[in-house]
């Protein structure tokens, strides 16, 4: 059965500090790892990762991708409150429009 | 207005009654799609349409029924709900049927069955 499993579930860090998210898969098929930032409304589409090893970065976000181990991680280095979020991984298959989300992983960020 | 809007934003209601929650988008895209994000649970994808016609129903209940009168709208309809369906409800447009990255997502709309 596919899915697609992220932690932790929840995460409480201080501004400044440095957050990784991690995200693992057993999805056949495999064709793009997708990661999306929630605040309480729209989910706004932050990174797509096809290749290991690859490193894709915006600001102080990066993410990368392990297609021998599933997994992704998700790196936030001097965390902002504004970085408060949920954040949602997703695998899209290659067969059809075919993707399963992870839970999500809600991260605090107090002052 | 720009993007995609969602009406309403939040609704509550009982078992017995009858609603419909509304998407529009001002992208001129071809594909609108319904997303389900309950508490703690992946978000889950309910509906497909291209150019009004549905092309993916994902083994959804009979009592939420979609309906798409152009391009631009769709709807939800809801009626008889459980507790259990108490939601975010997004809804989510592209230029076609295409990979989930071209998706632009709505604000979705927070329902509360009592």
């Avoid at chain 1, 860090?13 to 898969?25: F, I």
């Amino acid at each position: 059965e596919d899915k697609v499993v992220q932690s932790p579930l929840s995460l409480v860090v201080h501004e400044g500090d440095t957050v990784t998210l991690n995200c693992s898969y057993e999805v056949t098929n495999f064709r793009s790892l997708l990661w999306y930032k929630q605040e309480k409304k729209a989910p706004t589409f932050l990174f797509m990762l096809t290749s290991s090893g690859i490193e894709k970065k915006s600001g102080r976000l990066s993410s990368i991708l392990d297609k021998k181990e599933l997994f992704s991680i998700l790196n936030i280095t001097a965390t902002q409150t504004g970085d408060s979020a949920i954040y949602l991984c997703a695998v899209e298959k290659n067969t059809g429009n075919q993707f399963y989300f992870g839970t999500g992983t809600s991260l605090t960020v107090i002052p | 207005e720009t993007g995609v809007t969602q009406t309403p934003r939040h609704l509550v209601m009982g078992m017995t009654n009858k609603k419909s929650l509304k998407c529009e988008q001002h992208l001129g895209h071809n594909a609108m799609y319904w997303y389900k994000q309950s508490a703690k649970k992946p978000l889950e994808l309910m509906f497909v349409y291209s150019l009004e016609e549905r092309v993916e129903n994902n083994s959804v209940p009979s009592r939420f029924s979609p309906e798409c009168p152009n391009s631009s709208h769709l709807f939800l309809h809801l009626h008889t709900l459980q507790p259990e369906d108490s939601a975010l409800y997004l809804c989510a447009s592209s230029q076609v049927v295409t990979a989930l990255y071209e998706q632009y997502f709505g604000p979705g709309t927070r329902l509360t069955v009592t």
